[in-house]
């Protein structure tokens, strides 16, 4: 009895496809028509050049054509734009058959993996540029405060300790707590202008969590039907909050990702938000059913840079870090609970 693939093909959560030398789609597999959202009859009737985003077209015809010189595409990325609009990044691994004169070619969805490389750089070139803040800063502080330190120097040296009773002894004791004073006055003057350059303008506005949540589980959909998570929402209560939208953006897509990336084997996430308005607060509570950590071990560092809850999954210890600096930027908190086995809970609060 003979082998046919075509379960394999058809129930593939990767994108899989088959393409002819011509540049048009001959056979697609479901998962790639539901990332793109054309029908199967759409995605044949035109070049697959008219879905490439218009800034990697002139990459991807290039890389086309050593294809049909009989050159395999390995680990190359660009970009298609689906029928909605949005942008999906893809990661192709293609493999050409002259005598067929078709291409085999398999594609995965890293969209949500290039938001957060993204976000990294936008973090760390603002870490760089607070980084020059500070070093003009050491030369203005070591320019600007050379004098009352040595004033400061100069007074001590005329302090007779024999005279302590003496007019002029007093005197100079008397500099001396000016000189500090002055001193006192720049640092202070130095460090709210630091904390300024640490925390750029962000604007505010009223963000919806429904919202929010649509969005960012839309930019991964594709890693939560691969994971069966389920989520749980209550936002009744609490249905949004005056922030900054791409930070609550971040927010969720890290905890999602996070809950995801630490689910028990074999079994689904499931993850549950809900919001609650205090007087002065508005309180989003975020818990999953995964394979969680020992508070007593790392839970001290868990917003730390490159803080790792669990040094055998691939983890990199900066989501959590970024979820902690956008909550606390903007002048909120967050908490964890957690047991190994057990989940985790974060409990975010929004200032109002």
């Known amino acids: 009895m003979g082998i046919t693939l075509d379960p394999f093909f058809n129930l593939s959560m990767d994108c899989l496809c088959i393409a002819d030398f011509n540049g048009y789609f001959k056979k697609i597999n479901p998962a790639f028509v539901e990332l793109l959202g054309y029908s199967e009859e759409e995605l044949k009737s035109k070049k697959i050049y008219e879905f490439i985003y218009e800034d990697d077209k002139e990459r991807t015809a290039s890389m086309r054509d050593q294809l049909t010189k009989d050159v395999p595409l390995v680990n190359f990325e660009n970009r298609y734009v689906s029928k909605s609009g949005e942008i999906v990044w893809l990661h192709w691994t293609s493999i050409p058959v002259p005598e067929e004169q078709l291409v085999y070619a398999i594609a995965r969805d890293i969209s949500y993996y290039k938001g957060l490389e993204n976000e990294r750089v936008s973090h760390l070139s603002q870490l760089a540029k607070v980084n020059e803040e500070l070093k003009k800063l050491s030369y203005l502080t070591s320019h600007d405060l050379r004098s009352p330190v040595n004033n400061l120097i100069s007074m001590t ?15 100079v004791i008397n500099y001396i707590k000016i000189s500090a004073q002055t001193l006192k006055n720049s640092l202070n003057a130095f460090v709210d202008l630091l904390k300024q350059k640490e925390v750029p303008d962000k604007k505010l506005e009223k963000v919806y969590f429904a919202e929010i949540f649509d969005r960012v589980s839309l930019s991964v959909r594709s890693l939560i039907k691969k994971s069966r998570a389920t989520f749980y929402l209550d936002f009744e209560e609490a249905a949004f909050v005056n922030y900054n939208t791409a930070y609550l953006e971040s927010i969720f897509l890290n905890l999602f990702t996070n809950s995801i990336k630490y689910a028990k084997p074999g079994i689904p996430p499931i993850i549950t938000i809900k919001t609650t308005k205090g007087t002065d607060e508005i309180v989003l509570t975020y818990s999953d059913n995964g394979i969680g950590f020992d508070m007593d071990e790392v839970g001290h560092q868990i ?47 929004f200032p109002v």
């Open 157 to 171: 040296e005329l302090i007779d300790p024999t005279k302590i009773n003496d007019e002029d002894t007093l005197q």
């Open 303 to 349: 917003f730390t840079l490159k803080q790792k809850t669990n040094p055998n999954k691939d983890s990199k210890g900066v989501g959590l870090y970024l979820v902690h600096n956008h909550v606390t930027s903007l002048g909120g908190s967050i908490s964890v609970e957690s047991a190994v086995n057990e989940g985790t809970t974060f409990t975010i609060k």
